[in-house]
């Protein structure tokens, strides 16, 4: 399983982003997906989570503001993120799990200006 994150940037507060993560390799097997972001000094935490069957799990910060997605015939996923404000900054990756085996994405940062 391979996964390449996408879609990172620079934007204002308030603003918006879409973060993609392409899946390629054994994709059949991936059931759960998410997002996890490092913030610099900080341990790596949960964003968001789909399943195949589009069953999500937020982290209460994003709750309202951030949105998974995936297109299973695209094998991508994707997180909406809207609203952002500066303590989201961090660098986010793309997972999934496979028969207990982690897989991450190389990462993509975000970075929001007040």
């Known amino acids: 399983v391979q996964l390449q994150a996408s879609g990172g940037g620079l934007v204002q507060a308030g603003g918006s982003l879409r973060l993609s993560c392409a899946a390629s390799g054994s994709i059949f097997r991936l059931n759960v997906m998410g997002w996890y972001r490092q913030a610099p000094g900080k341990q790596r935490e949960l964003v968001a989570t789909i399943t195949s069957t589009e069953s999500t799990v937020y982290a209460d910060s994003v709750k309202g503001r951030f949105t998974i997605s995936r297109d299973n015939v695209k094998n991508t996923m994707y997180l909406q993120m809207n609203s952002l404000k500066p303590e989201v900054t961090a660098v986010y990756y793309c997972?999934?799990?496979?028969?207990?085996?982690?897989?991450w994405g190389q990462g993509t940062q975000v970075t929001v200006s007040s």
């Open positions: 997972w999934s799990v496979v028969d207990s085996d982690d897989y």
